[in-house]
């Protein structure tokens, strides 16, 4: 059973165009929220995260929404770039265990 | 810095044989560590974790289990390897102090069942 819900499974944008991905979840206990990249062959990396006391965090051209009454949150991508074409995926932790969404692969197109 | 190994990097075994995958952390004390699989294109499924020596909690009961001789060292093994072993198998770690810490993941090991 999926704790977070993912969407889309898969997005194509061109160059300099905004990639969106969203995740939902029901599971109130989930007090962390990181969002994670993954290249082909590698593991995924920790790219951005968010506490559900905080609305919005910008770290450059990645971008979390937060709702916490809506229970969703997303990743917006400015100005997207061939190379942020990856596998990306939201997370939820409770405790110490982290709860995937299902992955986004986002094709960046020149 | 911190870093996490993981070995070996792709691994071919027969159905029946035996498995050990090793992960180990350096830069860091009392790490918590987490072992998952991630099945071809999908997301990532825990399959055990633990916060400290000797201490192994288990996600999916499965032909899987773990061990944590040393503190920066998991080892993830089977006795006899089945078919749907296969995967994409990841070690992570986060601190071991504070609950709202990130995980960070090693590169993965790709195993093949024959």
């Known amino acids: 059973q999926q704790q977070v819900k993912q969407s889309p499974q898969s997005l194509i944008v061109q160059k300099g165009g905004i990639s969106i991905i969203n995740c939902a979840y029901e599971?109130?206990?989930?007090?962390?929220f990181p969002w994670y990249q993954q290249f082909p062959g590698k593991g995924p990396a920790l790219l951005i995260a968010?506490?559900?006391?905080?609305s919005e965090k910008k770290e450059g051209r990645f971008t979390i929404s937060f709702n916490k009454s809506a229970k969703q949150f997303s990743l917006h991508i400015m100005d997207s770039q061939p190379g942020d074409s990856a596998t990306y995926f939201c997370?939820?932790?409770?405790?110490?265990?982290?709860?995937f969404g299902a992955g986004t692969t986002v094709t960046v197109r020149a | 810095s911190q870093t996490i190994h993981q070995w070996p990097a792709t691994l071919v075994q027969p159905v029946g044989s035996p498995l050990s995958l090793e992960c180990t952390v350096e830069?860091?004390?009392?790490?918590?560590l987490y072992w998952y699989r991630q099945a071809a294109g999908r997301g990532l499924q825990l399959l055990f974790y633990?916060?400290?020596?000797?201490?192994i909690s288990s996600e999916v009961p499965q032909n899987l289990s773990a061990s944590r001789p040393q503190d920066r060292q998991f080892i993830l093994s089977s006795k006899k390897l089945l078919l749907s072993d296969s995967g994409f198998y990841l070690c992570a770690w986060s601190p071991g102090t504070g609950l709202l810490q990130p995980q960070h993941f090693g590169d993965g090991t790709r195993l093949s069942i024959l």
């Open positions: 830069g860091t004390s009392n790490p918590n």
């Open positions: 599971n109130t206990a989930f007090d962390y």
């Open positions: 968010i506490r559900p006391d905080v």
């Open positions: 997370a939820a932790t409770n405790d110490y265990k982290l709860s």
């Open positions: 633990s916060v400290g020596i000797g201490q």
